[in-house]
């Protein structure tokens, strides 16, 4: 959508101060979650996040996710992966592998520094929201990123080789199996943290970042109690398309619709959410399908999706900020 003028005949975007509640998981959500953080007051922010494909590897409690939106949001992810620290080394893999250990999962030195201090302070008895806000703050992030929960959720993938833990698919056997299906081991009896209960609760509008349905956006909405409270939301509703042009941009999220019988698109991913939806927007070259998307009693808006720099991530963020005043209205 375009935004309204100003007297000068620029665009501007159209004013939308929160709070807003996004649903996050992989390197798009991250990037959409930068852009809403500049696009938004301080504080105005909560990015709950999936952490279904959360491991534990050496020792250490890894959440992937939760690090790419931190990392992200704290200006040190790696600007061409979207993911990890920029800059950072492999010494400690390295040395590691020389000893026979496994070197699959890719940790930078620096990144051990995150897991390490996360899985002291679970150790301790803090729960992953608190040791999550903790290295937020100590990174400068001012917007609230919260766990989907603070209990135990694994994404499980059923594929033609028995059931993988999802890191196992995704990296480590690089997304090759087909997939068969996919469940949330642990779901049924997981809870909200007060703090993204309360997120949701107290939101404006809510924002489906461009991430994976099937196991990024999925593992949240499989949580009893966020579910229920975005079905039951009286505020905007709206996703962002992670399918450009029929393709993933980033991640299996192509793959996996494909092998699961959803169609590989923009209007693919709008059927999968739309009972948690109002509105959805996908990029301005597939805009040929804004009808289909309509068809599902959906209000959608084609706007440039591909974000490539902090402007881009900042535009997108305005617009479906916009987008959210537009059906508030």
């Given at each position: ?21 996004a ?40 959440s ?7 990392y992200?949001l704290a200006?040190?992810a790696?600007?061409q ?12 893999l ?13 940790l ?18 803090a ?9 937020c ?10 766990p989907?929960t603070?209990?135990?959720v694994a994404?499980?993938?059923q ?19 087909w ?21 949701l ?13 099937i ?5 949240i909405?499989?949580?009893a ?28 999220a192509?793959e ?6 959803h ?39 084609a ?15 305005e ?11």
């Amino acid at each position: 959508m375009r935004a309204p003028a100003s007297s000068s005949g620029e665009l501007r975007p159209v004013s939308f101060r929160g709070p807003v509640a996004a649903l996050a998981g992989g390197v798009g959500g991250a990037k959409l979650a930068v852009g809403l953080a500049l696009a938004l007051p301080e504080g105005a922010l909560s990015v709950i996040v999936n952490t279904a494909d959360d491991l534990t590897l050496h020792g250490l409690h890894i959440s992937p996710d939760l690090d790419t939106v931190m990392y992200n949001l704290a200006g040190l992810a790696d600007p061409q992966a979207g993911w990890g620290i920029a800059g950072d080394t492999a010494g400690a893999l390295g040395l590691l592998g020389r000893y026979g250990g496994p070197t699959w999962f890719r940790l930078g030195d620096k990144d051990l520094a995150t897991h390490i201090r996360r899985t002291q302070r679970l150790a301790e008895g803090a729960r992953l929201t608190e040791a999550t806000a903790e290295l937020c703050r100590a990174l400068g992030v001012r917007a609230r990123v919260l766990p989907m929960t603070d209990s135990p959720v694994a994404t499980r993938v059923q594929t033609p080789e028995g059931e993988l833990e999802f890191q196992d698919y995704f990296v480590a056997r690089g997304t090759r199996p087909w997939v068969l299906g996919v469940r949330f081991q642990g779901a049924e009896e997981a809870r909200p943290s007060p703090e993204a209960a309360r997120a949701l609760e107290e939101a404006r509008a809510i924002v489906f970042c461009p991430s994976n349905p099937i196991v990024s956006v999925g593992p949240i909405l499989a949580v009893a109690g966020i579910r229920e409270r975005i079905l039951a939301a009286r505020v905007p509703r709206i996703a962002v398309s992670p399918i450009v042009g029929g393709v993933a941009l980033k991640g299996p999220a192509a793959e996996m619709l494909r092998s699961l019988g959803h169609e590989v698109s923009a209007a693919g991913v709008a059927a999968i959410l739309r009972e948690h939806l109002d509105g959805f927007v996908l990029d301005e070259r597939d805009a040929a399908l804004l009808p289909q998307v309509e068809g599902l009693g959906l209000k959608a808006k084609a706007l440039p999706t591909v974000m490539t720099d902090g402007a881009s991530k900042q535009r997108l963020a305005e617009g479906v900020l916009a987008f959210a005043a537009e059906l508030a209205r």
